[in-house]
Each structure stands twice: as structure tokens, then as C-alpha cells.
Nanobody
Framework: QVELQGSGPGLVKPSQTLYLTCTISGDSGTTSYPWGWIRQSPGKGLEWMTVIGNDGSALYSPTLASRTSIARDASKNQLSLRLHDVTPEDTAVYYC???????????????WGQGTQVTVSS
């Protein structure tokens, strides 16, 4: 079993960088799974953002790649996300996620954090 606990600021101003973290707990096998981020904006469906493997390799959504950076600290079992130059359209609930296995591509994501509400507003 894997447990994910996300955290971050509730409010970010436009043009700033959003920084989110997620602490992941579980046995050594499960914490080696890919970790990623998915968000859901008001009235919209889930949007996959990025995923990182245990070896540090990462994939990004093409629409967000230029503004997104994911990092993984295995020693702390911590995942982070930076989203640069945010706008009100980045207002969403951000979920840290993980999935069984070791492939970065495809789903489903088996484990989800509780979600962190982020509002972008001046």
C-alpha cells in the first residue's frame, strides 16, 4: 500500500511559480513506483501533467512542458512540482499520484493523494 500526502500554498499570484510537495510512504518496493501529478480545474476533467520514474527519467504533458518541472528525492520519499508563470487558468486541485509497475507511460494511477486546492489570483 502507498500513501501520498500533498502540500502547498492555497493562493498564488499570477506570474509566480507554484511549488507543491508530496510525501510518499510505503514499503521499499511500492515507493519505487513512478510518481506524478494530475490536476482538475473547476468544471473540467482530470488533466495529466507529469510523471517521474525511480531513475529520475520524466515525461511531461506537451501543453505544460515549457512551464513544469518535476523532481523526486528518494532519500526523503518526497515528490515536488514547480509550475512557472502561473495564470488564473492554473487554478485547480492538484493531486500527487503513483501507479504500480515501472513504466512511465499510460495508466491507471493506483494511488492518489488527498488533493491540494490552488487558486491563482491577485
Amino acid at each position: 500500500q502507498v500513501e501520498l500526502q500533498g502540500s502547498g500554498p492555497g493562493l498564488v499570484k499570477p506570474s509566480q511559480t507554484l511549488y507543491l510537495t508530496c510525501t510518499i510512504s510505503g514499503d521499499s518496493g511500492t515507493t519505487s513506483y513512478p510518481w506524478g501529478w494530475i490536476r482538475q480545474s473547476p468544471g473540467k476533467g482530470l488533466e495529466w501533467m507529469t510523471v517521474i520514474g525511480n531513475d529520475g527519467s520524466a515525461l511531461y504533458s506537451p501543453t505544460l512542458a515549457s512551464r513544469t518541472s518535476i523532481a523526486r528525492d528518494a532519500s526523503k520519499n518526497q515528490l515536488s512540482l514547480r509550475l512557472h508563470d502561473v495564470t488564473p487558468e492554473d487554478t485547480a486541485v492538484y493531486y500527487c499520484v503513483s501507479k504500480k509497475g515501472y513504466s512511465l507511460r499510460g495508466g491507471p494511477y493506483d494511488y492518489w493523494g488527498q488533493g491540494t486546492q490552488v487558486t491563482v489570483s491577485s
